[in-house]
């Protein structure tokens, strides 16, 4: 029962940091959209 709900928690755990990571991409993605706008070098 201890051994099971820690592997659930770790699970668990792995699909929220997994969740963050696509945010922080699109929020990154978002980012360089807006600096490539700004800029006009591109």
């Not at 696509?22 to 700004?38: A, F, M, P, V």
Request: glycine content about 4%; overall charge positive; hydrophobic content about 30%.
């Amino acid at each position: 029962m201890c051994g099971r709900y820690v592997l659930d928690k770790r699970v668990g755990a792995e699909v929220l940091y997994t969740q963050l990571v696509q945010k922080n991409d699109t929020l990154l993605q978002r980012q360089q959209i807006q600096n490539d706008k700004r800029s006009p070098k591109s």
